[in-house]
Structure formats: structure tokens, C-alpha cells
């Protein structure tokens, strides 16, 4: 395991319960993200996309498994430790941005407040959040209450408002969730700022896989465990027929790669077992190039053909037996006839 990285969760399990039923939203899920990293998260909904945001930020504690944030077990600190955590190790950011926020406050007082709460001098309270607001192009607006503010400007704010305390970790739940996408387009861009100038290792959900565009990396959650990975791989692009210079020089090539768990487990696209109609079973075939997975519909004639041939051997043995069976018959009875014309000689008369 990376015990350089700054997120590791391991076979990570979050069970909820529910009157008598157990909900497992977290079926060992194991994710690797390195200090400074800008993570996409996607995943169907109920795929466990913010029970694992939630356990990350301190919120919630795993049922079993490991998760270490910047060196700390979440699953063992003591909660004082974890409360500590959750203040000033971690910003939060919310698909309502009224979560973090207080409307009747102006978004320099909703950026101020958290740092109140952590104990600030007045004199680092305004330097920070002058520099937060400016950082998210709010600085013209910071005197205006949350009331008179769009959408996508109140979620600026709730992005200084998690980043009041300065966090190593800032994690997303669906922040654009709302908005429609040129303002999600923003957020990213200024998400990707935030993380590249305070080295902020970031982790956002998102339900738009063309995320990928702004992050480092995107893992999909499938069933509560990581399913696949996108990777983003920069290459020159092909110069131009004429011989000019290409406007733009790279181009950005996505390959979606599936995630096998420490036990050798990966999951199969659905849409892939279903075209081929692979259920319950499969067949492992090794090929030149790599591993063929072919339905069990193949193994199940396979072995149809081989029961068929085995039934129509063990025909070919009854009746080659029954046929011994009369040949040695036919000899008793011959054998029988001539003990009986044998006695019956010796007696007198024909068995007959
Ligand atoms: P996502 O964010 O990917 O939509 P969630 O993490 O919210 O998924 O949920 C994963 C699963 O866990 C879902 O089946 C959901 O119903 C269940 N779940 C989430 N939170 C709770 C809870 N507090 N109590 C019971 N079940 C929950
Ligand atoms: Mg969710």
C-alpha cells in the first residue's frame, strides 16, 4: 500500500441499519489519492458516492475496513480527535450551498465566521477572507448578503467558506449539482485554481463524466466498491497537412481503465455481461493477448455435449453388457442343456 498518499481507503465497508434490514453502501471500496491531487468521483445514484464523501470528511465512521486521511485512522481516533479533523483539516462543499452558508449574513461574514469559530484575530479574519473572496472573484461582492446573490456566486462563497480554515482536503458533494453549465463549467475552473495554488488535495462528485476535463483522474463508483478509473493521457497532436503549427499542441486522449481490488475482483461493465448474456457464471479463457471472458452458456453445451456423448457411452456399455450379459446367458443355458443331457444321460432320460 502507497503509505505516501494522502487518502488511502482500504476494503473500506459502511453498513447502515435500518430497522432490521443492513444497508451495505460500502461493499470494499479501496481508493489511493495523492496530496495535491484533484480527484472526480461519478457513480449511479445510491452507488455509496457520498457515504464515502461523508467518512472522508469525518462526518460518518466506516463499519470496517481502513481510512487514512493525511496520516489518520478515521475509523480509530477518538471523536474529540475526529471533530478536531472535521474543523481544520477538511472543507466541505454541498450541492445546496445554503448548507455551508448564512443568508442574512454578507459573504465576507459567512467567509469570517468558521475562522471565529477556530479562535482567528480579528487581523488574520479579514486578511484571509479578502484573499479567499478575491480568490474566488468575489472581492466586488464581498459586502453583499447571500440573499442578493446568484446561484453560482453563492456557491463561490461556500467555496471560501470551506477554505476559511485552510484545509489540506476539500471535498464536493455534487457542487454543481444545480447549476446549469456554464456555471458548473466556472466552478470547475475554479476548483482546479484553488487546487493547484494551495496544493489542496481535492475530491469532488459529480454527475457529469465530462468532469474528467478538469480533474487529474476519475474513479467510478459501481455498488459501493471502485469500479473503473479514467486516466488522462497528454499526446503531441498530428501536425496540420500544410506543415503549419497546430493551434493546440496536445491533445487529451481518456482511457477508462476497470480497477481489480487487492483479492484480484473487478466488475464487469453491465452492458458488456449483458450483450453477451453472461449471468451467475463465466468461462476464463487465456488468449495470446490477454484474458477472454466468454458466457458459461458455452461451458453449459460443452458439458451438455459431453453428457450427451457420456449418456450415449454408457448406452453403448449397457448394451454391450446386456449383450454380454445374454452371450454368457446363452452359454449358462448351453452349459445348463448340457448338464441336463449330461445327467440326463447319466439318468436315463432327456432334461428336456
Ligand atoms: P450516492 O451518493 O452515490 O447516491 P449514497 O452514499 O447516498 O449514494 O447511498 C448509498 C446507499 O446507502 C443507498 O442505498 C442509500 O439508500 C443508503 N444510505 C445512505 N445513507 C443512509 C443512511 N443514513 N441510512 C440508511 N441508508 C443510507
Ligand atoms: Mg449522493
Redesign the pocket.
Known amino acids: 500500500m502507497a503509505e505516501n498518499a494522502f487518502i488511502t481507503c482500504e476494503n473500506l465497508v459502511k453498513i447502515?441499519k435500518?430497522a432490521n434490514l443492513e444497508?451495505v453502501?460500502l461493499q470494499g471500496l479501496d481508493l489511493i489519492v495523492e496530496r495535491g491531487e484533484m480527484l472526480g468521483i461519478i457513480?449511479p445514484?445510491?452507488?455509496?458516492?457520498?457515504?464515502l464523501m461523508n467518512i472522508l470528511g469525518g462526518l460518518d465512521r466506516p463499519s470496517a475496513g481502513r481510512v487514512l486521511v493525511d496520516g489518520r485512522d478515521l475509523r480509530k481516533i477518538p471523536d474529540a480527535a475526529l471533530d478536531g479533523y472535521r474543523r481544520t483539516t477538511v472543507g466541505f462543499i454541498w450541492q445546496q450551498s445554503s448548507r455551508n452558508l448564512v443568508p442574512y449574513l454578507t459573504a465576507e461574514e459567512n467567509v469570517t465566521l468558521p475562522m471565529t469559530f477556530a479562535g482567528a484575530s480579528p487581523r488574520v479574519k479579514g486578511q484571509r477572507a479578502r484573499e479567499l473572496l478575491d480568490a474566488v472573484e468575489l472581492s466586488h461582492r464581498r459586502r453583499h448578503r447571500l440573499a442578493q446573490m446568484s446561484g453560482g456566486e453563492q456557491q463561490r462563497v461556500a467555496i471560501a467558506v470551506a477554505l476559511a480554515n485552510m484545509p489540506k482536503l476539500l471535498l464536493g458533494d455534487e457542487p454543481t449539482g444545480e447549476m446549469d453549465t456554464t456555471t458548473a463549467l466556472a466552478i470547475y475552473q475554479l476548483l482546479r485554481d484553488l487546487n493547484q495554488r494551495y496544493n489542496l488535495t481535492t475530491c469532488i462528485v459529480s454527475h457529469d463524466p465530462t468532469i474528467a476535463r478538469h480533474v487529474d483522474r476519475v474513479v467510478a463508483?459501481r455498488d459501493g466498491k471502485t469500479a473503473t478509473e479514467t486516466i488522462r493521457q497528454s499526446v503531441a497532436a498530428a501536425p496540420a497537412e500544410d506543415g503549419a503549427e497546430s493551434a493546440v499542441p496536445q491533445e487529451d486522449i481518456y482511457h477508462e481503465l476497470v480497477v481489480l481490488d487487492t483479492a484480484g475482483r473487478l466488475q464487469v461493465p453491465k452492458d458488456y455481461l449483458e450483450q453477451f448474456g453472461i449471468r451467475g457464471r463465466a468461462q476464463l479463457e487465456i488468449t495470446e493477448d490477454g484474458i477472454l471472458i466468454r458466457p458459461a452458456q458455452v461451458v453449459q453445451e460443452a458439458q451438455a455435449a459431453a453428457t450427451e456423448r457420456g449418456e450415449t457411452e454408457a448406452a453403448a456399455t449397457r448394451i454391450s453388457l446386456r449383450k454380454r450379459l445374454q452371450t454368457v446367458g446363452s452359454t449358462l443355458g448351453r452349459l445348463t442343456r448340457r448338464e441336463g443331457s449330461a445327467a440326463g444321460a447319466r439318468e436315463g432320460h432327456d432334461g428336456n
Do not use: P
Request: cysteine-free; glycine content about 24%.
Open positions: 447502515y435500518v444497508l453502501a457513480g445514484s445510491g452507488s455509496g458516492k457520498s457515504t463508483i
